[in-house]
Antibody, heavy 121, light 112 residues
């Protein structure tokens, strides 16, 4: 059974930093592209970032480019999102999500339960 | 960036009746590899999204056959042949032909 468990969400002040983690199990982690997707309270889904199976390629939404960094540790079956220069508009539930293949464009087929990041003074 | 536009934004359906959601993209989602990178997700109340349909019309594992997808190019439709109570939630279309990937605004399905 695929499991994705996010952690690290807290309340942080504007301008602050945070690192989210995602522990993956139930599949061969380094065979798949991984994503972060977020959902602001009461709003829709926003794709944030993806990382290739080997970590060699990363992509970001314009809204987070230059502030967020996605990474992975295949030896630990873990995905990360380093979030710097946080803004109030970054407040959201952050989902770790698994791509369905090594191909970046393949659909997201499993999602974690999310971790809540609140940016507020 | 590709903009995904869903209509309607909400619909209320009697159990057993059909439902249809439209998704239009600002650019064609047909790739040179022959695939169309359009997906449908359902987010049930209080839950994470779940994949329903991939590449326009393929049902994901375990998805009931009352769900079907169709369309091409820039115009796509998700149909539920007979709505059941468990189908309530918000439906999203998503494209992954071009970065940044993008979702539609979501369509909220309620039961009458």
């Amino acid at each position: 059974e695929v499991q994705l468990v996010e952690s690290g969400g807290v309340v942080v002040q504007p301008g602050g930093s945070l690192r989210l983690s995602c522990a993956a199990s139930g599949f061969t982690f380094d065979d798949y592209t991984m994503h972060w997707v977020r959902q602001a309270p009461g709003k829709g889904l926003e794709w944030v970032s993806l990382i290739s199976w080997d970590g060699g390629s990363t992509y970001y939404a314009d809204s987070v480019k230059g502030r967020f960094t996605i990474s992975r540790d295949n030896s630990k079956n873990s995905l990360y999102l380093q979030m710097n220069s946080l803004r109030t508009e970054d407040t959201a539930l952050y989902y770790c999500a698994k791509g369905s293949s090594v191909v970046p464009a393949a659909p997201i087929d499993y999602w974690g339960q999310g971790t809540l990041v609140t940016v507020s003074s | 960036d590709i903009v995904m536009t869903q209509t309607p934004l909400s619909l209320s359906v009697t159990p057993g009746q059909p439902a249809s959601i439209s998704c239009k993209s600002s650019q064609s989602l047909l790739h040179s590899d022959g695939k169309t990178y359009l997906y449908w997700y359902l987010q049930k109340p209080g839950q994470s999204p779940q994949l329903l349909i991939y590449e326009v019309s393929n049902r994901f594992s375990g998805v009931p056959d009352r769900f079907s997808g169709s369309g091409s190019g820039t115009d796509f439709t998700l149909k539920i042949s007979r709505v059941e109570a468990e189908d309530v939630g918000v439906y999203y279309c998503m494209q992954s032909i071009q970065l940044p990937y993008s979702f539609g605004q979501g369509t909220k399905l309620e039961i009458k």
